[in-house]
Every structure is written in C-alpha cells, then in structure tokens.
Nanobody, 123 residues
Framework: QVQLVESGGGLVQAGDSLRLSCAAS????????MGWFRQAPGKGREFVAA????????RYADSVKGRFTVSRDNAKNTVYLQMNNLKSEDTAVYYC????????????????WGQGTQVTVSS
C-alpha cells in the first residue's frame, strides 16, 4: 500500500498562486508515476497533470497548460503542483494519485489516492 496525503490548499484570490504537495509513505514510492486530479462541486473528477517516476515526462490538461507545473522530489517522496494565475474555475478538491508505469490521464488507471485538499479561488 502507498499512503498519499495532500496539503497546501486554501482560499485565494483570482491571479494568486498556490503550491500543493503530496507526501507518500508506506510501500516504496519507487517507480510510480504520479497524477493530480480535481473535482469541482457537482462535477466528475478530472485529470489535471501527471509526472513520470523520473520526472522527465509530464502531461497536462489543456485548461491548466502554461499555468500549472507538476514536479517531484523522490528523495522526499513528495510530488508538487505549482498553480499560478489561478482562476475561479480552478476551484475544486485536488487529489494526488499513484500509478505504475508512465504518467496517465485516465483516472481508473491509478492505484492509490489521497483524501484531497480544497482549493477555492475567489473572483
């Protein structure tokens, strides 16, 4: 089992920045690609960004390209999501997830999930 704990969410104004963190523990973190997803009220969970184990490969949803950056520090078993120029439509609960293999955009391909952290952007 891999346990994932997100942190860093909060209430910000449009145009502000936030950095989310996802700390992994338990079974070895080695080899897992990591993804970030989000779920807004009344909507399904959607892909935001993903990163390979090595960090050399990343993928982003079109809605966040150029504003969000995913990174990881394997020595700290932590993945980050830097969010800049936040918009009201970014308001959601943000989840990190772990999957074997490369970075994936499909929710069902992830094996482990965190409990989520709330991000609220006021306009």
């Amino acid at each position: 089992q891999v346990q994932l704990v997100e942190s860093g969410g909060g209430l910000v104004q449009a145009g502000d920045s936030l950095r989310l963190s996802c700390a992994a523990s338990g079974r070895t973190f080695t080899g897992y690609a990591m993804g970030w997803f989000r779920q807004a009220p009344g909507k399904g969970r959607e892909f935001v960004a993903a990163i390979s184990w090595s960090g050399s490969s990343t993928r982003y949803a079109d809605s966040v390209k150029g504003r969000f950056t995913v990174s990881r520090d394997n020595a700290k078993n932590t993945v980050y999501l830097q969010m800049n120029n936040l918009k009201s439509e970014d308001t959601a609960v943000y989840y990190c997830a772990a999957a074997t293999g490369g970075p994936k955009v499909i929710l069902a391909l992830y094996d482990y999930w965190g409990q989520g952290t709330q991000v609220t952007v006021s306009s």
